[in-house]
């Protein structure tokens, strides 16, 4: 009997066997579905190594909302922005599942920690949750350093590396510190001057405000304002004696994105980009005495250009000033290796993956 059947017995085992190879490999796929300050942001992973951050990025998605500037306005969403998001959402989930067939606990679903100050942000959650049955987790603010961290640094260098992301409002990032029976500590790292808010504080200085848009006053007064900022930055440093110790930096945030993008005028294909202060101050050169070189640039290069929509000559001024205050200030630069975590919009799932992973120790 089992002769007779032998070609079906193996065509089923090996039917068999190839399903299960399949759904073994689904495991490493993840996806999230982020609902950002002013973008949805959607990506798909396929993980190899979560402790060296070894993954392929296959498939990236992104539409821009303006959600920050609504709820600033009304301190709600508009019914547009919940439309959308809804629609969105749905449809994104949608392509996810039927393409890439992962665990759906593989399928992450969060908004930024703004949308806390939304008072109809339930609204929203609520619609999502109906028509998807899954529900959107928002971020907690006070652990969104723990969180950068966690995602920009591979978790194979948490212990010796830190991180700083220069976002808008404030630069912000930390790191971990080791401790006795495989505990670690997260020590959290802040400045409070980011990109907008260090341009409007350079702004405030111009005596007269119709020379506020006048660029050679406003470099003026940011080369004078120089000296508030290293103190800012120098004084983080030296609460954190322990960084001297560690022998990587990570650095994330549209400011270094910018220098990358504009500088290095290149795609690059790692996740992680070595960068140095050489550069950064070469490029600091080409933003204040040469500025139409990247003009030029962005004619033909769409990230350039993506760089020059999102950000205007002050703010790149003000983002890189940030920059090379940090580089100045960090003790024995020369003996560091420094890194521009490339792809920011998969940092949040990155920690995901990594507080889900056995192979990774996140208790801290």
């Known amino acids: 009997m089992l002769k007779k059947n032998r070609p079906q017995v193996l065509i089923l085992i090996l039917l068999n066997l190839l399903f299960s190879i399949n759904a073994f490999s689904q ?3 993840y996806a999230g579905i982020e609902i950002g300050r002013r973008a949805i942001k959607v990506s798909v992973l396929d993980v190899n190594n979560i402790k060296k ?3 392929k990025i296959l498939y ?30 749905v449809d994104q989930l949608k392509k996810i599942r039927a393409e890439y067939k992962m665990p759906e606990e593989n399928i992450f679903l969060v908004a930024a920690p703004l949308f806390t100050s939304a008072r109809n942000i339930d609204v929203l959650r609520n619609k999502i949750t109906s028509l998807i049955n899954k529900d959107v987790e928002i971020l907690n603010v006070n652990e969104e350093a723990k969180t950068l961290v966690k995602g920009a640094i591979p978790p194979v260098d948490y212990a010796n590396a830190f991180l700083l992301d220069i976002g808008a409002q404030t630069t912000k990032g930390g790191y971990i510190d ?11 790292l802040e400045l409070n001057f980011g990109t907008m ?40 440093f ?3 004696p322990l960084l001297s110790k560690k022998d990587k930096m990570y650095l994330s945030g549209g400011a270094v994105w910018a220098f990358a993008t504009l500088y290095y005028n290149e795609n690059v294909k790692e996740h992680y980009v070595a960068l140095s202060k050489e550069d950064v101050i070469n490029y600091d050169a080409i933003l204040k005495n040469n500025f139409t070189k990247f003009t030029t640039l962005s004619k033909t290069n769409k990230e350039a250009a993506r760089v020059l929509t999102t950000y205007d000559q002050k703010y790149l001024i003000s983002a890189n000033n940030i920059l ?19 792809e920011g919009q998969t940092i949040w799932l990155i920690s995901y993956i990594a507080d889900r992973s056995k192979k990774v120790n996140t208790n801290f």
């Open 197 to 236: 808010t260090l341009t409007d504080a350079v702004q405030k200085t111009v005596v007269n405000q119709n020379q506020v848009n006048d660029m050679s006053v406003y470099q003026e007064k940011s080369f004078d304002f120089n000296s508030v900022l290293l103190k800012k930055v120098k004084e983080m």
């Open 238 to 240: 030296d609460k954190n």
């Open 53 to 55: 951050a070894d993954y």
């Open 178 to 188: 080791e401790l006795k029976d495989d505990k670690l500590e997260f020590i959290p």
């Open 27 to 29: 495991k490493s796929l």
């Open 60 to 89: 990236f998605w992104t539409e821009r909302i303006n959600f920050a500037e609504h709820i600033d306005k009304t301190g709600e969403l508009t019914q547009d922005d919940i439309d959308r998001t809804s629609t969105i959402v």
């Open 324 to 342: 090379l205050s940090c580089l100045e200030s960090i003790p024995d630069l020369e003996k560091k290796k420094i890194f521009f975590v490339k």
